[in-house]
């Protein structure tokens, strides 16, 4: 009875044991699940700002470059700024959207909402370069040139670099913000004004502004040897006298005779890629032909333009290569007013080791007395 009485005593606790025993197994399973849950959601809480922002970023920076292509579609631009700003809301320590989100103000024609958003870039990245370039030039599309030449001082960029963001201006035939880049140029160092005067005539006269005379007669003080033609019935221009309108090893403003060496054909030598012109006095408005002198130079084809006041007129391929001449002859018609008549090479190369260049001998502009 006794030995019996024990064994039952002896179930009993094994069973109180495994029963605490799966009671404790089930309070730290518990356990260990809140902890999962809690840990996922709290990863969830941190990850899910970043994870929202960079969606927002991507698809905000897909409007953008679809406004790029289509810059008449304000449905785009509109779309890139509310995911911009939806990108920002989520993650407002992000630098990167809010150059994306500078960048689209910019595009729907809110200057001063993109300086702001550049501004709030800068306070983030403070030590960014590109962020204090891209700044400076926010800066000064809202024409807050002390502090733009403020940063670009602190970047250590020069008046020259300056000048040459002009002269990439004046080369895509943005002739105002050439002007811009030259005025700047200028507040920064006043010696440039002899170097830049031609560069302001150009771009003033292209824009078609009225201050172009004034600058061109400063050009005549500056330079002697620079010549404005007078047009009554015809006018011949010998191919060296044109000038270089070319940023490219201080070359700007140089005659085509530059590095020719004894150039006694008085030919004009283009060497690189590029435009020449000549400024001319139309005394009486009619029609007149503008015929230019060429040479069928080795190695061919030598691909060249002839046009006014900036604008191709017609384009021409050489092809013979054989060192013959050839006269090319547009029909135009001219204002009594002032003009630049401009000649362009427009491919130059080195070919099976030949350097390939453009040479005109003379310009004519003849007066179409038939026509006029």
Known sequence: MYLHNSHQTTDVSDHVV?????????????????GVIT??????????????????????????????????????????????????????????????????????????????????????????LLIQQELALAYKSVNEVDRALALW??????????????????????????????NIALRYDINLEPELVLRRFLAAHL???PDARVLLSEVRVNDESFVMYALEDTVKIN?????????????????????AGDNTTMSGYLWWTGQAFAVVS??????????????HNDPPPIDMAIGVNGQQIQQV??????????????DVFLKSAIHTIHVWFLNDAYINGKDRNAIIKWLLIEKDKLNS
């Open 207 to 209: 824009a078609g502004l």
């Open 153 to 182: 001082e602190k970047l250590h960029v020069t008046p020259t670099q300056i000048v040459l963001l002009g002269d990439k201006a004046l080369d895509k035939q943005e002739y105002g913000a050439a002007i811009e880049w030259y």
């Open 18 to 34: 495994i029963a605490f025993f799966y009671r404790r197994l089930s309070v730290l399973c518990i356990h260990i699940t809140m």
């Open 317 to 330: 391929s050489l092809d013979k290569g054989d060192n013959s001449w050839e006269t090319i002859t547009i």
């Open 39 to 128: 840990v996922a959601m709290i990863g969830i809480i941190v990850v899910l700002p970043s994870l929202m922002s960079t969606l927002y970023v991507i698809f905000g920076t897909y409007a953008l470059s679809t406004v790029q292509d289509e810059i008449t579609s304000q449905k785009y631009v509109t779309q890139a700024i509310d995911l911009l700003e939806q990108a920002r809301d989520w993650v407002p320590s992000d630098a990167h959207i809010y150059r994306r989100l500078s960048q689209a103000y910019g595009l729907n024609d809110q200057p001063e909402l993109a300086v702001a958003a550049l501004e709030q870039a800068y306070r983030l990245q403070p030590t960014s």
């Open 282 to 295: 139309v005394q009486q408005a009619g029609n007149y032909q503008i015929s230019m002198h060429v040479l």
């Open 239 to 259: 191919g060296d006298h044109l000038r270089w309108m070319l940023a490219f090893e201080g070359i700007f403003g140089r005659m085509l005779s530059y590095g």
